[in-house]
């Protein structure tokens, strides 16, 4: 299955189901921390901006999740 055009608001809304917390942001990137599996992702927040496929493949590796994980958190 592909993955979605997807932007920051979205990505955020689907890690924050899979348990991740906003632990701080710098600029215009956000940091988010999964305390019960210790995994940490960054998630540019660019408004008005899809995320590119590359980078969503990375965030989506960085989080530990499969693709079709990440996919059910966004259904």
Known sequence: MK???LDSRKVLKILKKAGFEIERQKGSH???????I???TVVPKHP?????????????NDTGLSKEDFLNFYL
């Open 3 to 5: 993955l979605p055009s």
């Open 30 to 36: 956000i940091i988010l921390k999964n305390y019960l």
């Open 38 to 40: 210790k995994r940490i």
């Open 48 to 60: 008005d901006k899809t995320i590119k496929t590359s980078l969503l493949y990375s965030i989506i």
